[in-house]
């Protein structure tokens, strides 16, 4: 069973504006985080990631968000361009540990 | 700086024939991961290799699957024999490091079609 789930298949968002990515997990173990982002025909390229002693991690146009109580976390790319257009994938692992959980992936499409 | 070479791309095969991928890691990493793609369960860890030493397998799906990491520069993973539900993307992924988590560094993939 999928313990992290990224209910959003897909999304579409006009050039400029903010894409905003969504992930939940459901073990309560895991506590580093990441987000991977795959082009077609290439392996994921790693984004940016997020420990549990955090809550916001930014790194230029994207900063994840992570809110442990809810388990849940969010990726928000601003401002939205067309090379962003990927498949993001949400993974989660225990700090001590070496397996990444991942996410099925939401496509994004950013259009001009 | 190459990053993680996999062979073939893309591999198609008739069910019942025995199928090779290869992995080349990035060159001083000391883990290698080896995944699955597939629409219905996403990306799925099969075996992790930490100094070519395979340390989890449990994601091995059966008997049919067996992987090697014969010196750090080269993996393989080989089904024999092969079924059409094995059709899926296999990456390899590599990383370095002696303290987890570490960032995995992905290959391209090989697509493999079983007919």
């Known amino acids: 069973d999928q313990q992290v789930k990224q209910n959003s298949p897909s999304l579409s968002v006009q050039e400029g504006r903010i894409s905003i990515l969504n992930c939940d997990y459901t073990n309560s173990m895991f506590d580093y985080f990441l987000w991977y982002k795959k082009y077609p025909a290439e392996g994921p390229t790693f984004l940016i990631s997020i420990s549990s002693i955090k809550d916001k991690n930014e790194d230029g146009r994207f900063t994840v968000f992570l809110n442990k109580s809810a388990k849940h976390l969010s990726l928000h790319i601003v401002p939205s361009q067309p090379g962003d257009s990927a498949v993001y994938f949400c993974?989660?692992?225990?700090?001590?540990?070496?397996?990444?959980?991942f996410g099925k992936g939401t496509s994004l499409l950013v259009t001009p | 700086d190459a990053g993680v070479i996999q062979s073939p791309r893309h591999e198609v095969t008739e069910m019942g024939q025995e199928v090779t991928l290869r992995c080349k890691p990035i060159s001083g990493h000391n883990s290698l991961f080896w995944y699955r793609q597939t629409m219905m369960r996403g990306l799925e860890l099969l075996i992790y290799?930490?100094?070519?030493?395979?340390?989890?397998d449990s994601g091995m799906p059966e008997d049919r699957f067996s992987a090697k990491m014969p010196n750090a520069s080269f993996s393989t993973l080989k089904i024999q024999p092969s079924e059409p539900r094995d059709s899926a993307v296999y990456f390899c992924?590599?990383?370095?490091?002696?303290?987890?988590?570490?960032?995995?560094?992905f290959g391209p993939g090989t697509r493999l079609l079983v007919l």
């Open positions: 290799f930490n100094n070519n030493v395979p340390i989890d």
């Open positions: 993974a989660a692992s225990e700090y001590s540990g070496y397996a990444l959980n």
């Open positions: 992924a590599s990383s370095f490091g002696s303290s987890l988590p570490e960032t995995q560094y």
